[in-house]
C-alpha cells in the first residue's frame, strides 16, 4: 500500500546547542505519523540519535558554527528518509570501523550505521553535501 508522504523540512542556524532540540523534534514527528505498537518507542529513538549525531557532525564539520543546515525527514512507503544537508567539506563513509573507547571522536558515524539501514553521502555541483539515512519500518507498521 502507498501511503501519501508526510514530510518535514527545517533550516536551523549552525549551533551546536541546538542538535538536541532537532533529535527531539525528529523523534515527535516519526511518533506522531507511524504507528506499530510497542516498536515506535525504539524506532523514534533510533531515529532521534541518528539525527543528532548527524546534525552534530554537519554542524562541527560542515558549517562550523558560521552558517546553517538543512534537515528533511520524509516518511514514504513504510521508509524514513533523513537528509542532513550543509556546506561543508566532505565526509568519506568508506571506512567506518568500530570506534576506540578511549577516544572521544568517530562515534557518531559508527552510530548511525548500526541503528539506520543504510547510509550515503554525496556533494552537489553547487557545493552543498548531503548526507542521507534510510530507516525501512516493519511490515506491521502503518504510516498515517
Given at each position: ?33 507511524v504507528r506499530n505498537g ?107
Amino acid at each position: 500500500m502507498h501511503t501519501k508522504p508526510s514530510v518535514m523540512e527545517l533550516t536551523v542556524p549552525g549551533n551546536i546547542k541546538l542538535v538536541s532540540a532537532l533529535g527531539e523534534t525528529a523523534e515527535l514527528f516519526v511518533k506522531s505519523i507511524v504507528r506499530n505498537g510497542g516498536e515506535i518507542q525504539d524506532l523514534a529513538f533510533k531515529i532521534n540519535l541518528a539525527l543528532t549525531e548527524a546534525a552534530s557532525n554537519a554542524i562541527f564539520y560542515g558549517c562550523k558554527n558560521s552558517e546553517h543546515i538543512r534537515i528533511k525527514i520524509e516518511l514514504d512507503n513504510n521508509t524514513i528518509n533523513i537528509e542532513v544537508i550543509d556546506k561543508g567539506g566532505g565526509l568519506e563513509l568508506s571506512d567506518i570501523q568500530k570506534p576506540d573507547p578511549f577516544d572521544e571522536r568517530g562515534r557518531g558515524l559508527y552510530i548511525i550505521k548500526q541503528f539506520m539501514d543504510s547510509i550515503d553521502y554525496h556533494q552537489n555541483p553547487d557545493g552543498e553535501c548531503v548526507f542521507t539515512m534510510k530507516k525501512y519500518i516493519t511490515t506491521n507498521s502503518q504510516i498515517i
